[in-house]
């Protein structure tokens, strides 16, 4: 990974020496080791909250993504502990699953192949050929490529994954050993995870499997408990299958496709229309489908057409049912396993045929609008996917409207390549040149309306003449057929595919790339926020009316479920591998009851997001039947069917119980080999015990543990439970998560207080706005990140790159500035601890002081507000980046200097508000100022009242002044060939309305109106009419829009009070009291402060109440000479100019910001006139008494000026003194 080259490093080896200072502080005092307080004692009426993490799998280091997730439950737990409450954060280590096995046996197998070290043969140098680019309706719980790609950076052999995780071949070897890397990874884990200065209670930390046998009994009894209450069955399932080895083909048995599960289709049955077709006659009687596959069942009303390719080989095979099937051999065989057949394993061909054998047939299809549609003619139908059967919908698929387009028109030629895509729908049956026998059944159905594709092929088709002629489709099979709208697609309209072919200009089928294009364009649009407008359907969105449709057709004979692999598994055997409903035991989620137990929890959950929620209600929706079993791999028995081991989502799913004893029986040994701390041995956890301890209201009845030690157990258990946050990404939902709603419900079917309490789930993390990839070299370890960022810089940075359930971004600009930032702010605790005695004591009372405390007291809140919602970006913003924000600001205010008691009020409140997220700095600080005790037992802040009314002033000052520095810099270096309207501005004048232009007040009169009528602002269609008959208004027509639009942003952004006609507060006064502070921050000499009454048109066009006008003029001045006299002072002689009505505090003001190194304070400069202000300055100074000759200028000192003649006069007490044109200035250190 690519990080920039930092200059120095000294900042970042500063904050790594902090951290593992602070580190080992936590550690020798046990601040994380939190333990349930005594039933019935003081202690126990604290609120608890327990945070957990899905356990991460121990076969590599954690990477940035895995903290990323984990940051949001260690920011949340940081947070709920400054609530006072007593919090635990354990943590688990997965080992269950098939990946160490597999992993293990490969490297046997790859030292038994290859040797040891193994010398592998030479990679080929031609790559992999590139995929044809599909677009599909992803499952958005899946990521967009592999797990296991994305962690092994495309490596074949595993010794070369190994030895990219830094291990040398000695090393390797002993990985052969599944138990190694039960003993390798986990202490890693743990010292990786620690350096990032996680709140965990590694007390209670294990891993899985049976060889941890205190875990292994827990989920033995938690299975025997699930069986009991019927939750688990035992049946047929949907599996990958290699029909050369006879059984299941999971990941560790291919040599190909690890990682592809059962892709579900709706097999859409076309009945073949008699006259059969020749090489069909004989069947005469029977019912006869071409079957095509789809993932888009909802499109159906749409078909126009099926496509067929000419010289793809079919087979006519006859099912259990008697029915007649046309598919592709391949897709014949996945059925054969899939109860479809008299026997299974074996297809009953009762004809073989070529797509030329079935072209040109009439068919009826369901749902269709037509009532007869035709099979036509597409040459690059392939054989690996599908049915080799392509159903079109040119209305929505654009390739098939240009295709039958062609089809009916012009010559077609042969050079195309199309996939059967899932995602299409169908009509007639035809031909075109993109359809595949891949995924799917070979046959495609039209639906041109909504598929780019099909309404591609089908314009093609109508189009070339020859080409149909060729493949004898005669007119009428094509030119009636126009697309059907069954969709009404956003910016598409009802026709989506016609719409998108005829913007992008595509002329045929074989503008294949402008087809992709339309096909990214509409597909994934059309299914997300497409409406059905057919019949029965109207009004309701695409994506929720899929399954109900599909069902419709299965209902009605019309269609079957059909499974095929997602992609191409090869076994080792060199077996192609298909799904098959294959013997296991599963968990029989959707089960009605279970379901809306589960749906009643759920609705307990704080989810922080609705998508969160809708996805999880989906998921319901759907999911059922989750297989738990397994045969090969690590994990736990199932206790009835030891030959079957427990699946490794099926033992994560309410190990969280675990944790509140686990301390109790390892004592933080990851395996519970230790000296049990309760004296317990793995042997005594039966499932009576762990009755007694989860259930409270099981009896003590002959247990083999004493019952003072289990009610410590049961005590722990009732204290921590339930689980207050589970945190993970949002790819668990359809699952783990789900998963762990239906088991808790499952297990404590009748005690709700065991429900989970809140679900946090969030997006995947990108780096530097790209996928994680060691291919790419794109990649971060947790290690790597601590090591570049320091923890405290990369939590930050992990802070600020998104809360939602989309993509989140870990920037390593960000997390560079952001150590940095850190760094300055520490640096700038130590200058005001060093220097507190010179801040400003006394009362609180200037305008900038309440201005800042309530400014504070506003961040405490909001804050709060976000890290509640777990918005921890946004809590950042107004917690840290604004908060520091108000420093500044005040800093800029106070021209009398900041007050010591609220700067350090605001170090304590930064410091604890920032403590959950940048935990190690803070404790830092926290010691700094001398707290007794660790931040982490410290309170969140109390805030104070908030003035509103000076927020407002606050932000009025602020924006007026960059509105101000804005004008300024557009007068003073006007845009490139603009005149320059100022050559120098030394004075301002700032103009303040007291009320708005008329038409203004008309504007802003109409809108409240409006706002009160509609609650809230109705579109900018009535608006406008509002003002359309008001004649005030007619001379500003063109300025009236923009007006308006910045009207409602300002109510958007400061509520109702934005239309009221006058401002809140008086601005002159306002103004006054900060006169300083703009004089400074516009680099002025005076400021007049006005009503705009006074002022020409053009200032009170512009000028309006909240929104203060600025002009500037260069006023008249006599330049001084300033000398100084003190030898070796590095201080020169200056001009200074100087101007009418100056006072001595301006001119001390005016000489200090010439060199602001050498004086800080005017307070160090001492003003001197010569007492001969002729001969003086030609006097040689006489270095033991250099203000010999000279004289003090008076404090209560008026310049006067004559510019014409070039003078300067001082006026004192009424006397009138002449200082000549050189004065004297001396520092004082």
């Known amino acids: 990974m690519a990080v920039l080259e930092r200059k120095s490093t000294a900042k970042l080896t500063e904050l790594l020496q902090i951290e593992q200072k602070v580190q080992k502080k936590w550690e020798e ?22 945070v957990t993490f899905p356990y991460p799998y121990m076969n590599g280091r954690l990477h940035l993504g895995h903290t990323f997730s984990l940051s949001k439950a260690e920011f949340g737990v940081g947070y709920q502990r400054l609530q006072g409450k007593k919090c635990l954060f354990p943590f688990g280590l997965h080992c269950s699953g098939m990946p160490i096995k597999a992993s293990a046996d490969k490297l046997t197998r790859e030292m038994a192949d290859y040797g040891y070290p193994p010398e592998f043969p030479p990679e080929k140098e031609e790559g992999e050929p590139e995929e044809e680019k599909e677009v599909t309706i992803k499952d958005k719980s899946k990521g967009k490529k592999s797990k296991l790609k994305a962690k092994t950076g495309g490596m074949k052999y595993q010794w070369q994954i190994m030895k990219s995780l830094g291990l040398k071949d000695e090393e390797i070897k002993d990985f052969a050993d599944p138990a190694h890397w039960l003993k390798y990874f986990p202490p890693h884990c743990k010292e990786d995870l620690r350096k990032m200065g996680i709140k965990v ?35 047929k399932r949907h599996t990958i299958f290699s029909p050369k080895d006879g059984q299941p083909c999971m990941d560790h048995d291919r040599q190909s496709g690890e990682g592809v599960g059962p892709q579900e289709y709706t097999l859409i049955k076309l009945k073949v229309n008699e006259p059969y077709p020749p090489k069909l006659s004989k069947l005469k009687g029977s019912n006869i489908f071409l079957v095509a596959a789809t993932l888009r069942p909802e499109t159906m009303f749409g078909q126009t057409n099926v496509w067929i390719r000419p010289d793809m080989k079919y087979v006519a095979h006859r099912l259990a049912s008697g029915e007649i099937f046309v598919s592709t051999m391949r897709a014949a065989r996945n059925m054969c396993y899939q109860g479809f057949c008299k026997v299974d394993g074996k297809v009953d061909v009762v004809a073989d045929l070529i797509g030329q054998d079935i072209m040109g047939i009439a068919l009826s299809g369901p749902l269709t609008s ?199 598994v090869i076994s080792r055997s060199n077996d192609e591998c298909v799904v098959a409903l294959c013997d296991q035991w599963y968990l029989e989620y959707g089960e009605e009851k279970w379901k809306q137990l589960a749906t009643k929890a759920l609705s307990q959950v704080e989810t922080y997001s609705d998508d969160v929620r809708k996805n999880f209600l989906a998921t319901l929706d759907w999911l059922h039947e989750h297989a738990c079993s397994r045969s090969y791999g690590l994990g736990s028995r199932i206790p009835w069917d030891p030959q079957y081991l427990v699946e490794s989502l099926s033992d994560s799913t309410i190990y969280m119980a675990y944790y509140t004893v686990a301390h109790f029986l390892q004592g933080g040994v990851f395996d519970g080999s230790g000296k049990s701390p309760a004296n317990i041995k793995p042997e005594q956890m039966t499932p009576e015990v762990w009755d007694y301890v989860f259930f409270k209201d099981t009896p003590y009845k002959n247990l083999p543990v004493p019952k003072a030690t289990l009610d410590k157990l049961r005590a722990e258990f009732e204290y921590w439970y339930p689980v207050d946050l589970r945190v993970s990404g949002k790819d668990l939902v359809p699952n783990h998560l789900t998963y762990y709603i239906y088991n808790h419900v499952a297990i404590w079917p009748n005690d709700s207080s065991k429900w989970p309490k809140s679900i946090r789930a969030n997006g995947h993390l990108l780096l530097n706005s790209e996928k994680m990839s060691k291919q790419t070299g794109n990649f971060l370890t947790l290690t790597d990140a601590v090591n570049k960022f320091s923890a405290d810089g990369m939590r930050l940075a992990l802070s600020d790159a998104g809360d939602t359930v989309e993509d989140s971004n870990f920037v390593t600009k960000m997390a560079d500035a952001g150590l940095l930032r850190l760094y300055t702010y520490l640096e700038w605790v130590k200058e005001m601890i060093a220097t507190k005695d010179s801040l400003r004591t006394g009362p609180t009372n200037t305008t900038s002081d309440q201005i800042f405390i309530s400014e504070i007291n506003k961040a405490i809140l909001e804050t709060q507000h976000f890290y509640e919602k777990m918005l921890f970006k946004e809590a950042m913003r107004t917690g840290f980046y604004e908060f520091q924000a108000f420093r500044d600001k005040y800093r800029e205010y106070e021209l009398e200097g900041m007050h010591k008691e609220l700067i350090f009020r605001f170090i304590e409140v930064q410091t604890l508000m920032l403590s959950p997220i940048c935990p190690h700095v803070c404790e830092y600080i926290w010691e700094l100022l001398g707290k007794p005790r660790s931040i982490m037992h410290e309170k969140w802040p109390v805030a104070g009242p908030v003035d509103e009314k000076l927020i407002q002033i606050s932000q009025y000052v602020t924006d007026a002044a960059h509105d101000f520095r804005i004008r300024l810099k557009q007068l003073l270096t006007p845009a490139k060939g603009k005149k320059v309207k100022l050559d120098n501005a030394t004075h301002g004048t700032i103009w303040i309305a007291k009320t708005y232009p008329p038409w203004q007040n008309t504007v802003l009169s109409t ?86 009454d006074e002022a020409d048109d053009k200032v009170k066009e512009d000028c309006c109440p909240g929104k203060p006008f600025t002009t500037f003029r260069e006023e008249p001045y006599v330049a001084v000479k300033l000398v100084n006299p003190q030898p070796m002072s590095g201080l020169f002689e200056i001009k200074l100019p100087i101007y009418e009505g100056d006072d001595k505090t301006k001119v001390l003001t005016r000489i200090m910001k010439t060199d602001r190194s050498k004086m800080k304070d005017i307070c160090q400069i001492k003003l001197l006139m010569y007492e001969d202000p002729i001969k003086g300055p030609r006097t040689i100074p006489d270095m033991n008494d250099i203000e010999k000759g000279k004289v003090v200028v008076p404090d209560n000192a008026t310049f006067q000026v004559n510019v014409p003649k070039e003078t300067v006069t001082i006026q004192s007490k009424g006397k009138k003194l002449d200082p000549g044109l050189t004065l004297v200035y001396i520092v004082n250190s």
């Open 1007 to 1092: 809108l409240k109106t409006l706002h009160e009528q509609n609650k809230g602002f109705p579109d900018m269609k009535v608006i406008a009419n509002a003002f359309k008959d008001k004649p005030e208004l007619k001379k500003y027509m063109k300025k009236l829009m923009p007006f308006v639009q910045v009207a409602k942003e300002n109510v958007e952004k400061n509520g109702i009070k934005a239309l009221n006609l006058t401002s809140e507060f008086d601005e002159v006064e306002v103004m006054n009291k900060f006169k300083k502070y703009m004089i400074n921050t516009l680099d002025l000499e005076g400021i007049d402060i006005k009503y705009s």
């Open 201 to 235: 209670d590694w007390r209670r930390s294990f891993l899985t499997t049976d060889a941890n046998p205190y875990y292994d009994s827990f989920v033995r009894w938690q299975f025997l408990r699930l069986k009991e209450r019927n939750k688990i069955k035992f049946g």
């Open 370 to 568: 037509y009532k007869t549609i035709y099979t036509l003619p597409m040459l690059t139908i392939k054989a690996d996917k599908g049915t080799g059967v392509v159903t079109s919908v040119p209305s929505d698929a654009p390739d098939d409207f240009a295709a039958l387009r062609d089809l009916k028109n012009k010559q077609l030629t042969e050079t195309k390549s199309r996939r059967a895509y899932a995602i299409p729908s169908a009509s007639a049956v035809a031909s075109a040149s993109a359809s595949a026998s891949g995924p799917g059944t070979g046959v495609v159905t039209s639906v041109p309306s909504d598929a780019p594709d099909d309404f591609a092929a089908l314009r093609d088709l109508k189009n070339k003449q020859p080409f149909r002629e060729k493949y004898g489709i005669k007119p009428e099979m094509v030119l009636p057929y126009e697309p059907v709208p069954i969709i009404d697609v956003p910016d598409y309209g009802t026709l989506s595919a016609v719409t998108v072919c005829e913007r992008l200009k595509i002329q045929s089928q074989n503008d294949r790339d402008k087809l992709q294009e339309a096909k990214e364009q509409v597909y994934l649009k059309g299914f997300y926020e497409g409406v059905m407008i057919v019949k029965g359907f109207e009004g309701q969105k695409v994506q929720d009316v899929k399954k109900p449709i599909q069902q419709k057709m299965i209902d009605a004979g019309e269609a079957v479920k059909y499974m095929e692999p997602e992609k191409t």
């Open 29 to 50: 005092e046990k601040i994380f080791e939190e333990d349930a307080p005594l039933p019935g004692s003081k202690q126990a009426s604290q609120p608890k909250y327990i």
